[in-house]
């Protein structure tokens, strides 16, 4: 080294520095950490002083030394950050019914609403402006609330990822909730729902829901495993999901996937409820359990009728073809009983205030309500006090009265019958009742129950088949149940053709010893759905069989039958190669 030179100092490895360009500004440069591939992570920053670049300098060294400094890679936007949270993060970790509230919030709500935003520039006075607008434009204070949960675990996520420094939603005001007072029904609406529902089917359902307070996904997946005739005891284990349909047709019908006729569905049809306390044993009235084994023989009767289009899957409450209700369909069915029994309007979960109300009024211990409603104990409180409804109205129902709310011990059996305005039928006239084994058939003339009688011996001669008379208090108060209707006609007669074939998991077609094709008669006053339609077809996985796929074709067109089964062998075909396409995992 000569006398005089300059000695260029060199900064350790990791330091910033800070230097003037070739284009006139000053730039600075600081190392935040180690990128993905293990190479340092050094930011740039750029300003026209030596003094501005200084001072983003050291505030980016504060943000390193504090863990605060924002992941380096995809600039995110909110739309795009959120759409990869939902389907990429949240959807494989949550539930069924989860995942579906946080789709709504992403897809309706938030990205319409604020979606263009960057993701590090999102303040919460955008979400608070946000929350404004969607209840000015009619969306419920609930709706703008479960929005603002949604983006806050959503931004959480973003967080912990170190895609953000901050997460806004947690600093801006949510949405004020207010819990509406529900009111409980009273004894007397109590007594008019159930008097309605025992004229329809599956009226177990709603004793259950007043009875027990069950929640509705609880009542649908309960199954006759669950139900313990010996000891009284029905124990909670699953909840029903909503179903998620596919097209079945090859998207050709131009519907959407939940009115495809031939739709399928990709979800799991019931999941574990989600906690310990949820896994609960209950203990029934011996009316409840009595009813109980009215509606599975009842359950029988349908078996019996649907015939080889029953899939056994060993639920409570079923469709007429042994499928599990839809918890939509459900909700409908509260609805029309509410206005058929002439009861104010009410959401399904008020039956389950009813019952805990009951229950506390009752002086129950606070264990054993909390057992029943499936609360976790010691978190429970508040819960006992959003159900407590002690309400004038309420209070007045005395606790011998609430002993006998669902059967009325202090009463005649039917004594809450609807009024005679409301029957199908005038109080004095009889009714004639034709007995087809052990099926009974209501008409108004005596004439027409005998000429249905002498048909249905024609083709059952080896089945006994008589008139019966019946008074009307009898007919509606112990008539069979699924018999409610009351025919001024005679029905015409009906042939239903059936074709049906089973495939092995390869596609091939199995020899089961029974028929393809065959049909038999029918009547339309039947509940069967499927007697009134030139074809119907599904295909469905053999419960017990491992992947065995079976085509079923019902309908009152031979050659409309014939054609559908043609179509509907080729969807059990695929269906038996490719089980994941259509949702036949073992575990469902």
């Not at 909110?78 to 995942?99: D, G, K, M, Q, R």
């Not at 008097?195 to 929640?215: C, Q, Y």
């Not at 999941?271 to 009235?285: D, H, L, T």
């Not at 009974?440 to 249905?452: D, G, I, M, T």
Request: contains cysteine; aromatic residues 6%; positive net charge.
């Amino acid at each position: 080294m000569t006398r005089g030179a300059t000695v260029k100092s060199r900064q350790p490895n990791g330091a910033s520095s800070i230097y003037l360009g070739k284009d006139g500004r000053w730039h600075g440069r600081v190392t935040v950490g180690v990128k993905d591939d293990g190479k340092p992570d050094r930011r740039h920053v750029s300003r026209k002083t030596r003094a501005e670049v200084t001072k983003v300098v050291r505030e980016l060294e504060r943000q390193r030394d504090k863990g605060a400094v924002r992941k380096a890679g995809q600039n995110w936007t909110l739309e795009t950050w959120l759409t990869h949270w939902v389907e990429n993060i949240a959807a494989p970790n949550v539930s069924e019914n989860t995942i579906d509230g946080y789709r709504v919030a992403v897809n309706h709500h938030l990205i319409p609403g604020l979606g263009a935003h960057r993701l590090e520039k999102l303040e919460p006075e955008h979400l608070e402006r946000f929350y404004k607008k969607m209840q000015e434009a009619g969306s419920a204070a609930g709706t703008a609330h479960q929005t603002h949960r949604t983006i806050r675990t959503a931004l959480n996520e973003a967080v912990r990822r170190g895609h953000l420094t901050r997460n806004p939603a947690t600093i801006a005001k949510s949405p004020r909730l207010e819990e509406d007072e529900v009111e409980p029904y009273s004894v007397e609406e109590v007594q008019r729902l159930l008097a309605e529902a025992g004229k329809h089917r599956n009226a177990a359902r709603w004793v259950i829901a007043l009875a027990l307070g069950l929640r509705q996904g609880e009542v649908l997946g309960m199954q006759w495993t669950d139900v313990d005739f010996e000891l009284g005891v029905i124990r909670v284990r699953r909840g029903r999901l909503r179903p998620r349909y596919q097209h079945g047709c090859g998207d050709r019908c131009g519907r959407k996937p939940g009115f495809c006729p031939q739709k399928i569905n990709v979800r799991r049809e019931t999941k574990n409820v989600k906690s310990r306390a949820g896994q609960r044993p209950i203990g029934a009235p011996d009316e409840l359990m009595d009813l109980l084994r009215r509606h599975k023989e009842e359950q029988g009767r349908e078996r019996a009728l649907a015939r080889d289009l029953w899939t056994d899957k060993g639920y409570v409450f079923t469709s007429p073809v042994g499928e599990p209700l839809n918890p939509n369909t459900d909700f409908h069915r509260w609805k029309d009983l509410l206005k058929a029994a002439g009861v104010r309007d009410g959401r399904l979960h008020d039956a389950r205030h009813t019952a805990a109300t009951v229950l506390l009024i009752l002086g129950v211990s606070d264990a054993v309500v909390d057992a029943i409603m499936g609360w976790e104990p010691g978190k429970s409180a508040r819960m006992r006090r959003r159900y407590q409804h002690l309400t004038s109205r309420v209070l007045k129902d005395t606790a011998a009265k609430v002993g006998g709310l669902l059967w009325g011990t202090d009463e005649p059996a039917g004594a809450i019958a609807l009024e005679s305005s409301q029957s199908p039928v005038p109080a004095e006239m009889v009714v004639h009742v034709a007995r087809l084994g052990e099926r009974r058939v209501p008409f108004l003339h005596r004439e027409h129950a005998a000429e249905v009688v002498a048909r249905w011996s024609e083709d059952w001669p080896d089945h006994a088949a008589e008139v019966e008379e019946w008074d009307r208090w009898n007919w509606e108060h112990q008539r069979p149940s699924g018999a409610s209707v009351i025919h001024d006609r005679v029905p015409e007669r009906a042939v239903v053709f059936h074709a049906r074939a089973v495939f092995l998991p390869g596609g091939e077609r199995a020899v089961t010893g029974l028929p393809e094709q065959w049909s038999v008669p029918a009547w339309d006053f039947e509940t069967d759905r499927y007697t009134d339609r030139a074809s119907a077809w599904r295909t469905a996985r053999r419960p017990g069989t491992g992947q065995d796929v079976e085509a079923q074709v019902r309908g009152t067109d031979k050659m409309a039958v014939e054609v559908a089964f043609v179509e509907a062998c080729a969807q059990a075909v695929d269906r038996a190669r490719n089980p994941g396409k259509y949702g036949d995992t073992d575990e469902w």
